[in-house]
């Protein structure tokens, strides 16, 4: 089992700045990676960032350029630096680990808002 617990979420007015956390804890060692995805409300839940073991990371086009996703190996946790947040930013941020085996993990979400 892998147990994920975000942090960071806030209200930020539009052009903002935010930065999610997700510490990981069990057995990280069966993380093949790691990655943020975004529920707003009435949407699916949709993929945002992703970071392998090694540091290589995607993000999707609608945050590209604005959001970056890091990792700090001693402390098992993964960040999400949100800048020049706009209002469709507006979501329930989740971190999520694929592992080896078994199902992926989920955090229970960050509730970030973007005020206009």
């Known amino acids: 089992q892998v147990q994920l617990v975000e942090s960071g979420g806030g209200l930020v007015q539009a052009g903002g700045s935010l930065r999610l956390s997700c510490a990981a804890s069990?057995?990280?060692?069966?993380?093949?990676?790691m990655g943020w995805y975004r529920q707003a409300p009435g949407k699916e839940r949709e993929w945002v960032a992703t970071i392998t073991n090694e540091g290589g990371t995607n993000y999707a086009d609608s945050v590209k350029g604005r959001f970056t996703m890091s990792r700090d190996n001693a402390k098992n946790t993964v960040y999400l630096q949100m800048n020049s947040l706009k209002p469709e930013d507006t979501a329930v941020y989740y971190c999520?680990?694929?592992?080896?085996?078994?199902?992926?993990?989920w955090g229970q979400g960050t509730q970030v808002t973007v005020s206009s």
């Open positions: 069990g057995r990280i060692f069966s993380i093949t990676l």
């Open positions: 999520n680990a694929d592992r080896l085996w078994g199902p992926p993990s």
